[in-house]
């Protein structure tokens, strides 16, 4: 009875992962072997539209470096809720004015990077996008927890990462157990267990202690 649970949660875990696991292995693939043909150049594309953005902008001048950085945060939430984007800042402080009518602003989600000017004084922005091929946007739903941006929806993939590691961790451990329960293959399964156990130790000792 334990066997079959363990089996099915084995077999079912695997088909919920499936496709996280795709774009990880391919992922991983490609920061191994980054060939020619995964570096394709980003279409950029840029216009200007209309942004009234609210509350107004604030200003940095004559501020402390505390409060500028909680005035540019304010400002680029302002700015993002206005575009009706779930970007990221890319990085916390981005964004301050360029001149008297002139905030710019740099923001990143998954496939997508904004280089914004934001003109309040016309209540309008000119918008740069770069958007990246299929292969760097592998590399930004690998590992990039941080341009998922403002969004419930967007957010869920932290949920499904952080769900399909506990999923590989207990299809490990169940494999072991499920093979422990199969006599006939136990030689040859201690053989690569042992075997991969051995250089996974030695890989991180090797790292560990060598750097």
Known sequence: MLRKIVLNLHTYGGLICFSYLIIF???TLNFNHPFAFTRTAAGVRTWTQPLLVTPALGRTEGKSAAES???R????AAILGALGSF???FTAADGDWTDADTYHAHFVRVGKEYQIDVHP?????TVTQARSGVWALMWDLHGGSSVYGYSAFAG???WYTDACVYVVVFAGASGVYLWAKRPRERRIGLAMLGVAGAVSISLMLLVTFRG
């Open 69 to 71: 950085l909680e005035i």
């Open 121 to 125: 004084g016309t209540g309008s922005a």
């Open 87 to 89: 970007a990221n800042p």
């Open 156 to 158: 869920t993939w932290r």
């Open 25 to 27: 292995g391919l992922s």
């Open 73 to 76: 945060r304010a400002n680029n």
